[in-house]
C-alpha cells in the first residue's frame, strides 16, 4: 500500500519562528489533508490540497502531486500552535485515507 | 450546527466485555469512517462506508463490527472486547472529494 512519511518527527521551537513540514507520499494520490491534534486530542482541519497552494492565515501548505510530497509551513510560530501535525493521503481509486505518523511540534514562550 | 458526534467520550472494559461506539454527523454527509489512533501513530481505518447499508474493511477490522443505521449514524461494535483494542477511536464523515471531518474521540481502555 502507499507510504506516507513525515519529517521531522518532532520539533521545538521559540515563539515567533517560522518552520516548515514536510509530507512524502510514495503513489499517485486524489487528494491530501493536513490536520492540527491539539493537546486535547481534537483533530482540526487545516488544508485540503490534492494540488497547488494555500494559505490561512500564518499557515500555506503546497502540493506538489507530480513530485508525491506536500509542504505545510507555519509563519511567526505561537503556543497554541503545539501539538502534533498529521499529513493524511487519499490514493487514487480510494476513499480511504492513510496517515502519516504525525510531526510533533513543541512552540515554547 | 454540531458536526460529528461520538459517545461517549470515554469508557472503560473489562476483557471480553462487549460495547458500541455510536457517531452520528448533521452534514448530510454520504461517507463515514471509523479510526483508531494508538499511541506515537498516525490513525488507522477501521471500516467505512460510502453510502447508507454499504460498509467496507480498512486496514484494521478484525475484533469489529459495523452499522450503518442510516445517513446520519454509523455505529461500531467491539464484540469481546480485547487489551490490544485500547485506544482512541475517532469517527469521521465527508461528502466526496472533500475533506473528513472528525469527531472529539471516544478513549476506550480495555483492563
Known amino acids: 500500500g502507499i507510504q506516507v512519511e513525515q519529517s521531522p518527527p518532532d520539533l521545538i521551537l521559540q515563539e515567533g519562528a517560522n518552520s516548515t513540514l514536510r509530507c512524502n507520499f510514495s503513489?499517485?494520490?486524489?487528494?491530501l489533508q493536513w490536520f492540527h491534534q491539539n493537546p486535547w486530542g481534537q483533530l482540526i482541519n487545516l488544508f485540503y490540497?490534492?494540488?497547488g497552494t494555500k494559505q490561512n492565515g500564518r499557515l500555506s501548505a503546497t502540493t506538489v502531486a507530480t513530485e508525491r510530497y506536500s509542504l505545510l509551513y507555519i509563519s511567526s510560530s505561537q503556543t497554541t500552535d503545539s501539538g502534533v501535525y498529521f499529513c493524511a493521503v487519499e490514493p487514487g481509486g480510494s476513499e480511504k485515507l492513510v496517515f502519516g505518523k504525525g510531526m510533533k511540534l513543541t512552540v515554547n514562550p | 450546527n454540531a458536526g460529528v458526534t461520538q459517545t461517549p467520550k470515554f469508557q472503560v472494559l473489562k476483557t471480553g466485555q462487549s460495547m458500541t461506539l455510536q457517531c452520528a454527523q448533521d452534514m448530510n454527509h454520504n461517507s463515514m469512517y471509523w479510526y483508531r489512533q494508538d499511541p506515537g501513530m498516525g490513525l488507522r481505518l477501521i471500516y467505512y462506508?460510502?453510502?447508507?447499508?454499504?460498509?467496507d474493511k480498512g486496514e484494521v477490522p478484525n475484533g469489529y463490527n459495523v452499522s450503518r443505521l442510516n445517513k446520519r449514524e454509523f455505529s461500531l461494535r467491539l464484540e469481546s472486547a480485547a487489551p490490544s483494542q485500547t485506544s482512541v477511536y475517532f469517527c469521521?464523515?465527508?461528502?466526496?472529494?472533500?475533506?473528513?471531518?472528525f469527531g472529539d474521540g471516544t478513549r476506550l481502555s480495555i483492563l
Open positions: 490540497i490534492p494540488s
Open positions: 503513489d499517485s494520490v486524489n487528494n
Open positions: 462506508s460510502a453510502s447508507e447499508g454499504t460498509t
Open positions: 469521521a464523515s465527508r461528502f466526496l472529494n472533500q475533506p473528513q471531518h
